[in-house]
């Protein structure tokens, strides 16, 4: 299967900085990539999609200027948490799926992000 | 609307067989998907059903009835490193994967 590379996949930043979470397709052209937040056993939350050349979309309740997403090639995307504070800690998981219609996606192997 | 449901926890047996399901509502359908999350990693792909009935992979198979909105993913000769976490979760028609919240499956000796 297509490779996802997530970096970093630890992070402990100060309260108040931010983050950069990057997520690269390593062997296909990732035309939409997918960011995911994950709390200590629950699902997958989405947050928001993002298409390659064009403004992310997010789901409700989720901040768009504190969850900075840059998707400015068929190959990486980033996610940048802005101003971070201890209730931002989370597992943060990228995946990204070739041409539209493409079924599976793949995944990131996820950021483990603690603010302290 | 759209939603899914999937139990919370199953308990199962090293060596024997476990079926967890998964039911879903959707006005569009794009194929059922079933990853398999151990704790503090990223999920892993496990299936994929877009047309009605069984498919077979080693251990694991997963099922799929469309007119039902019901799927099942069955392990047979459960490992102790099948314990885990097994997600659900079915594409709709813009192509979005709609998530389950997860079974937690443990296996005892």
């Known amino acids: 299967g297509a490779v996802v590379s997530q970096h970093p996949s630890r992070v402990i930043c100060k309260s108040g900085t931010s983050v950069k979470i990057e997520c690269r397709s390593l062997d296909f052209q990732a035309t939409t990539m997918f960011w995911y937040r994950q709390f200590p056993k629950k699902s997958l939350m989405l947050m928001a999609t993002?298409?390659?050349?064009?403004?992310?979309?997010?789901e409700q309740g989720v901040e768009k200027d504190k969850f900075l997403i840059n998707h400015a090639s068929l190959t990486l995307s980033t996610l940048t948490v802005t101003s971070a504070h201890p209730e931002d800690s989370s597992f943060y998981i990228c995946s990204a799926r070739g041409m539209t219609g493409d079924t599976e996606a793949f995944f990131g192997q996820g950021t483990r992000l603690t603010v302290v | 609307g759209q939603n899914i449901d999937q139990p919370t926890e199953m308990t199962a047996t090293e060596g024997a067989i476990v079926q967890i399901n998964c039911t879903y509502q959707t006005s569009g359908f794009n194929g059922l998907f079933w990853y398999q999350q151990h704790a503090g990693e990223a999920p892993t792909f496990l299936s994929y059903?877009?047309l009605d009935g069984l498919e077979e992979k080693g251990r694991f198979s997963s099922f799929l009835s469309r007119s039902k909105g019901y799927s099942y993913l069955l392990l047979k000769e459960l490992q102790m490193k099948d314990s885990a976490s097994y997600l659900c979760?079915?594409?709709?028609?813009?192509?979005?994967?709609?998530w389950g919240a997860g079974t937690k499956l443990i296996i005892k000796p």
């Open positions: 979760a079915f594409m709709d028609s813009n192509y979005q994967l709609i």
């Open positions: 993002s298409n390659e050349g064009s403004k992310a979309t997010y």
């Open positions: 059903n877009v």
